[in-house]
């Protein structure tokens, strides 16, 4: 843990981050009763319009309440980078500020937040085609080949990444492919620098994590979400666009293929989404995390809340 008083209280940005299901947003909704916050969402799904109930958005009276960043900001087969994240958080904890509230990033993306801690490298954009080529090759012959080619091509970021992490996988590839310039050489070019987060860490024992995470995908079903992902299909998204891929939305797609029925696929979703909620645990260790808080205690939330609230003041 970080002594706070060590830290630069310039420029410093607060983030809650946890699991999903954690209650990151009803913890939101609480505080914002007392204090003059905009959240920054840091959800690799709620970026993408369209996709509210599989991705369990914000509520409209939430986002009345609380002004959110990030949220609705880009097309279901629109790409979105960690270093789009950065780059959106440079700018946007600067135009809060001016407005004399406080920028808070919440989320459980974990990427974007090692990213914005530890800082990144611009890579140019990849094409599209390149992009598709290589999904269809994954789809076709497995992620074994994939990191099989990514160990020739690049064995040092190999050894960095699990054999069945598909995104990183893909990503070095891609990058590769579409510079001609291996991922590890990227990464030892040229740095933008991290921010200064305050990162507090919402924790939930596993039992109960479960129980809400079972809890929340029977609730998308009962709200209706095979229906918003069969609109998604008759607006002409394909199952392999990057909002289409997410958690949930793939098992869903397959049952409206005919593949699953539907208890079929609701045990898949809650399964799937427990596995995610224990690699999310395991990636939140590589954070500097400030403090670990529950929803029955947040006292040192409130504490860093209270000295932004201060600062502003004076």
Known sequence: MRNLREDSRKDRIIVLTGCTASGKTSLIKKISEYYPIEVISCDSRQIYKYMDIGTAKPDKETIKKVQHHLIDI???????????????VKVLKNEIRERGNIPVIVGGTILYLISTQNGLFKIPKIERKIKDELRKEMEIYGINKLYKELREIDPERAKEIHPNDKQRILRSLEIYKGTGIRHSEWIKREHHKGFNLVIFYLFCEMDELKRRIEERVNKMIEMGFREEVLKLLEMGYKKDDYGMTSL?????????????????????????????????????????????????????????LNDEKENKNR
């Open 248 to 304: 949930g939305y793939r098992e869903m797609i397959e049952h409206i293929e005919g593949k699953t029925n539907i208890d079929e696929t609701i045990k898949k979703i809650v399964k799937k989404t427990k596995d995610y909620a224990k690699r999310q645990r395991s990636f939140i260790k590589k954070l500097m995390i400030q403090s670990k808080i529950t929803l029955d205690n947040f006292q040192e939330f409130i504490k860093i």
């Open 74 to 88: 880009k097309y279901p087969d629109e790409y979105f980078s960690a270093f789009d994240f950065y780059s959106n």
